[in-house]
């Protein structure tokens, strides 16, 4: 089955009070979204395959995915509307058909044996989503997966949204 991914890098890097874009600030001497480019590629998602959402910073952005490999495609997001905003300025990656995953470019934390994992479970399960999450000891600064009454997913909050039962989460 055909599999594509759009990888999110509009944010600004704020809170990581730097000058660069959030995607562009290094983690073992590469850029944050190397690593997820680099994961989604050992995952099997060919480069032709993989849409970058871009915005703040994107020319500083694109120049580095043009040079890293001309085959991938970037997609400007012009306002921050938020994640589903974000994946529907790459609704061409969509067009595909298959699998579509999407990978927030700041998450160099997450390898090639999770993507693949994930999609496994993914394609096992017949689900129409499939959302890959941690469960961290102090989840502060970070939204929240909100699962309904069954346990399954119900939404993603941002923490600047939640309420006090879901910072509790």
């Known amino acids: 089955m055909e599999k594509s991914a759009i990888?999110?890098?509009?944010?600004?890097g704020k809170r990581m009070k730097s000058n660069n874009p959030k995607v562009m600030c290094e983690?073992?001497?590469d850029p944050m979204i190397d690593w997820v480019l680099d994961a989604a590629a050992e995952a099997g998602i060919p480069a032709e395959n993989?849409?970058?959402?871009?915005?703040?910073?994107?020319?500083?952005?694109?120049?580095h995915i043009a040079e890293k490999c001309p085959a991938y495609r970037t997609f400007m997001?012009?306002?921050?509307?938020?994640t589903g905003h974000a994946v529907m300025q790459a609704e061409e990656m969509l067009k595909n058909g298959g699998n579509v995953l999407v990978l927030c470019g700041d998450a160099p934390f997450v390898n090639g044996e999770t993507i693949s994992a994930a999609l496994k479970e993914h394609e096992a399960s017949g689900n129409a989503v499939t959302v890959v999450a941690a469960e961290l000891p102090d989840p502060a600064g970070y939204g929240r997966i909100i699962r309904a009454e069954d346990g399954s997913f119900d939404s993603i909050v941002e923490k600047k949204d939640c309420t006090p039962e879901q910072l509790a989460v």
């Open 27 to 29: 983690v073992l001497g």
């Open 7 to 12: 990888v999110l890098a509009a944010g600004d």
């Open 50 to 63: 993989t849409g970058i959402v871009v915005g703040n910073g994107a020319e500083i952005v694109s120049a």
């Open 77 to 82: 997001q012009t306002e921050r509307k938020g």
